[in-house]
């Protein structure tokens, strides 16, 4: 089956830390990618996505994942985060051919020190 | 204002009732989709929908029933078989693109 790992269940940090956030999976074929981010009270909102071309892709606020094919990661990046950060950070992704079904990973809790 | 609704917010049952949540879209969407979430666990897929009048189990459907009769609506039962039932209940829909679009939540606290 296939699974994707977050290895950090929970990150603290203060502000202007540089964030590196770990997601990997193990489907072997052709992928969709996604960053959701949930912060507290607030719905789970998309982040950034990475369907194909430049493995580099720019979300909103200042995030950024790089997909490393090789290495079957799509980690998000951040070179200096902000208290209004402090969220839940959920990797997630959509193999080809599955009904455009998501699997997530466990979810990071980032928590930021102003 | 397009979106997804969940109601209610915050849903107390006794075991061994069953307990109905609703979702409802006006996004246009074809794909609406069921998703349990558990701390530690990220979110689990119960159900999914496509089109009007059909859907599929996801990975952990065993004690929840839906239905889709309408396709801005996917309500989600859950029964007296499901075991742990206590969790955050997330509806989300999904239309041409690949993303899907989340509701508020429903927790639903079974005693």
């Known amino acids: 089956a296939q699974s994707v790992s977050q290895h950090n269940h929970h990150v603290i940090l203060s502000e202007a830390a540089s964030l590196e956030l770990g997601c990997n999976y193990s489907?072997?074929?052709?992928?969709?990618l996604f960053w959701y981010v949930q912060y507290p009270g607030q719905h789970l909102q998309l982040l950034l996505k990475?369907?194909?071309?430049?493995?580099l892709v720019k979300g909103i606020k200042g995030f950024e994942a790089e997909f490393i094919k090789s290495k079957f990661s799509f980690n998000l990046r951040k070179p200096s985060v902000q208290w209004s950060d402090t969220a839940e950070y959920f990797c997630?992704?959509?193999?080809?051919?599955?009904?455009?079904?998501?699997?997530f990973g466990s979810g990071t809790q980032l928590t930021v020190l102003p | 204002d397009g979106g997804i609704t969940q109601s209610p917010k915050y849903l107390f049952r006794k075991e061994g009732q069953n307990v109905t949540l609703s979702c409802e879209q006006n996004?246009?969407?074809?794909?609406m989709y069921w998703y349990r979430q558990d701390p530690g666990q990220g979110l689990r897929l119960i159900y999914y929908?496509?089109?009007?009048?059909?859907?599929q189990k996801g990975d952990i459907a065993e004690g929840y029933s839906v239905s889709r009769e309408k396709k801005e609506s996917f309500p989600l039962t859950v029964t007296s078989a499901q075991k742990n039932p206590t969790a955050f209940y997330l509806c989300?829909?999904?239309?041409?693109?690949?993303?899907?679009?989340f509701g508020p939540g429903t927790r639903l606290t079974v005693t």
């Open positions: 929908s496509q089109i009007v009048n059909d859907f």
């Open positions: 997630a992704v959509m193999r080809s051919g599955s009904a455009r079904q998501l699997t």
């Open positions: 996004l246009n969407h074809d794909a």
């Open positions: 489907y072997g074929g052709t992928v969709n």
């Open positions: 989300a829909s999904g239309g041409s693109g690949y993303e899907q679009y």
């Open positions: 990475y369907f194909s071309g430049d493995p």
